[in-house]
């Protein structure tokens, strides 16, 4: 070579180079020596197991709880179905999400909600599986062979957040959606007809439609034109051959900003967001290694590797558009997750179900690297070390914690290991024991690149297997707790007494889970009211009650006359005019015998029998402006801790109750006056205890008030030393 001009540096160069490509042609050939027929067999054959492998999974979740989600999603398919239009307890809702309602409509013409409910899951389950084929296409693209490809394929339906399959919520068609958008851009970007644009802007469409943080995909489209120009040098150019998808963009995302309430519940959310940049960044890093986990761990170094070498470097204008176009998919996905933690919600978990999409697309970024022979071997080794030192100075326990992992199924199997392990922290430190393995298997896998790659990429798929798999095992759990914490064996128990419309009445501090198990089961619960001291559950519609003087049920003046489910998680409710039809946990079904109104609100006294440490007693007479006289009794206990119980009457009136451990003491208040009547109470901070997340201090039975004409013996203006007895 010398002899022919070259010199000698560039000599050795070459010389690199080749053995660089023999190792990645032996890498390739391990892989690619796969027919057309076996490659649609084997791709049939993921889709298939993927599909069986959910609905089965499926089958271990009896219940929603991913609320109000989950809730909100059922509630507009069965509007579609019964009326055509997204309704929500009969009030339009401008729900931009509206893809899988459509789609699961009919499901809910079933009479059964059961039944209707798992043949949306099998939907679910189906087209989430279906995301393999848009995988394999997008790595086909960029020339990679079938072994590769379908590997590529196999990641995508692996992934831990494929449990969201078996949840009803956008997801399921969501993820599918967003993997054909972008096998779509792939081929606009580079060969830019308008039949390819044409079909960009239809899954564009589509997949905004099913999930509306998805909506960025027209900016990041923007965004992967002015990459492709910079790389190419031709910036004007790119921008004008995509002239017809960019136009097309212009005119919703116009009409969205100018109306931003056609994005519903998401419509005000940006202007009430205080961004913390410092916490955003954070959130944003958080995600990233939450999805470097679901990603399987091993292959990333080499697909942060393999995604600079695609724009650097590439070999193709279609490595150009993939790298182009991943950036900022990537940093759309992030960001907003970003603002949702450290602005919207301000909650300690991780949001890796907006990221979750990326992950097919960390596969083949893998596999342009595996391809080129797994070069730059000491940024790989940079890069799985730096990995390795995150797994030991951030460790997932911490977000497993009070419900942070409701939104990451890869935190769902950290707990189920917790969990198996019966020591908190446990399956956190067994996962970043494997990540840690993980790492070093990848610096190993980076010596031996014919072997190497389909090991690491079988690795990464076991990895996510064994994730799914914990995944899925905590959900049941979850999901079963749930079951049996708020439903009967008859689910649908309401609908069951065929009473029409029915309303739910919630109680102060009810539960919103409970709340929205019962309203998902039941379609007869079709209003929700919300009485004194009561929280929303949701954002869609509810009345807000007023009490009238004899106790009559209020809502915009108007008398509610309905059939009631009436909550009383934490306070005791009484009704005149309507009798008990059932009972199940805190809730209990009312049948109008007349009009409802409330005689007794007890706010404090929890459905088990235990007191809160704080509350107060309200009773309405059955005509305005009537007296009450008489007793309101009940037996106090104190099962564990000694202390005392001051109640107040509303003219001045105290009485202290002293509680020795284990006593009980039966004990009364003097009910006196004309009109509303309300007692409060309050105990000494030596009685209070936990238990859960509640504050408690003793056992109390259920108040009842008994009618007494000669209990008003004093001027009700005089302090009453009998006011407790």
């Known amino acids: 070579r010398v002899s022919r001009g070259v010199p000698p540096a560039e ?8 053995r660089l490509l023999k190792r990645a042609g ?10 057309v027929r076996t490659t649609r067999l084997a791709l049939t054959g993921l889709v298939a197991g993927s599909f069986l492998a959910r609905l089965f999974a499926a089958f271990f979740r009896p219940t929603p709880d991913l609320f109000p989600d989950e809730y909100v999603y059922a509630e507009l398919g ?18 931009p999400g509206l893809l899988e309602p459509l789609l699961t409509a009919p499901a809910w013409l079933i009479g059964d909600v059961g039944t209707a409910y798992r043949f949306v899951q099998g939907f679910g389950s189906l087209t989430m599986s279906l995301a393999a084929i848009p995988a394999f296409l997008i790595a086909r693209r960029l020339g990679l062979g079938r072994g590769l490809s379908l590997g590529v394929a196999a990641l995508a339906v692996a992934a831990p957040d494929l449990v969201f399959a078996s949840f009803i919520s956008s997801e399921a068609i969501a993820y599918p959606l967003l993997l054909a958008a972008v096998a779509a851009a792939l081929v606009a970007l580079t060969k830019p007809t308008r039949r390819s644009q044409l079909a960009f802007v239809a899954f ?3 997949t905004a439609l099913a999930r509306i943080q998805l909506a960025v995909l027209p900016v990041v489209f923007l965004l992967a034109c002015v990459l492709v120009g910079l790389r190419e040098r031709r910036v004007k150019k790119a921008l004008r051959e995509q002239l017809l998808p960019l136009l097309l963009f212009a005119v919703p995302l116009t009409v969205l900003a100018a109306v931003p309430s056609l994005l519903g519940p998401y419509g005000g959310g940006a202007g009430a967001v205080h961004l913390r940049p410092l916490g955003l960044l954070r959130w944003m890093v958080l995600d990233l290694m939450s999805l470097a986990y679901s990603s399987g761990w091993i292959i990333v170094p080499g697909a942060l590797v393999g995604i600079w070498l695609a724009y650097a470097r590439p070999r193709s204008r279609e490595e150009t558009a993939f790298a182009a176009l991943t950036l900022p998919l990537a940093g759309a996905l992030l960001l907003p997750a970003g603002m949702i933690q450290s602005g919207l919600l301000s909650t300690d978990g991780i949001q890796e179900r907006y990221v979750f999409y990326l992950i097919p697309l960390v596969g083949t970024a893998f596999a342009l690297y595996a391809r080129r022979g797994w070069p730059h071997r000491l940024v790989h080794l940079l890069l799985a070390a730096g990995l390795l030192v995150l797994t030991v100075r951030v460790p997932l326990s911490s977000f497993t914690a009070l419900g942070g992992a409701s939104g990451s199924p890869l935190l769902f199997a950290v707990s189920w290991l917790s969990l198996k392990a019966g020591q908190a922290g446990t399956g956190s430190l067994v996962v970043a024991s494997v990540a840690g393995l993980l790492s070093v298997g990848a ?16 690795l990464a798929i076991c990895a996510l297997g064994a994730a799914s798999a914990g995944a899925v095992a905590y959900d049941a759990r979850s999901t079963t707790g749930a079951r049996d914490t708020f439903l009967p064996q008859d689910k649908s128990w309401i609908d069951r007494f065929h009473l029409g419309h029915v309303a739910l009445l919630q109680g102060f501090a009810g539960l919103k889970t409970d709340a929205l198990e019962q309203l998902f089961w039941n379609r007869s619960v079709d209003r929700v009211l919300l009485l004194p001291g009561a929280g929303r559950f949701d954002a869609f519609a509810y009345g807000r009650v007023h009490i009238g003087p004899d106790g009559s049920l209020l809502v915009g003046g108007k008398a509610v006359r309905e059939p009631l489910l009436v ?15 059932a009972k199940h946990g ?8 007349g009009t409802p109104q409330i005689s007794l609100y007890a706010v404090g006294h929890y459905h088990d029998n235990w007191l809160s440490d704080a509350g107060a007693f309200y009773l309405w007479p059955p005509m305005p402006g009537g007296g009450l006289s008489g007793w309101l009794k009940r037996t106090l206990t104190a099962p564990r801790l000694t202390g005392s119980i001051t109640f107040k009457g509303p003219h001045g009136e105290q009485g202290v109750l002293q509680l020795d451990s284990g006593e009980s003491r039966w004990v009364r208040m003097r009910v006196c006056g004309r009109g509303p009547w309300y007692a409060t109470f309050h105990a000494s901070p030596s009685l209070r205890s936990l238990l859960g997340l509640r504050l408690v201090t003793v056992h109390a039975t259920a108040p009842t008030f008994q009618r007494d004409p000669h209990a008003c013996t004093a001027g009700l203006s005089q302090p009453n030393p009998s006011f407790l007895s």
């Open 78 to 95: 069965r509007s579609f179905a019964a009326t055509g239009q997204p309704l929500v307890r009969h009030s339009a809702s401008h729900f």
């Open 204 to 206: 564009t469409g589509l």
């Open 443 to 458: 610096i190993a896998c980076s010596r031996r690149p014919r072997l190497g790659t389909p090991l690491a990429l079988g």
């Open 26 to 35: 032996s890498a390739a050939d391990l892989l690619a020596g796969v027919s």
């Open 11 to 18: 000599s050795i160069g070459l010389r690199l180079h080749s």
């Open 567 to 581: 909550d009383g998680y934490a306070a005791t409710i009484r009704l005149r005019g309507a009798r008990p039809l």
């Open 586 to 593: 805190s809730h209990v079904l009312w049948q109008p015998t």
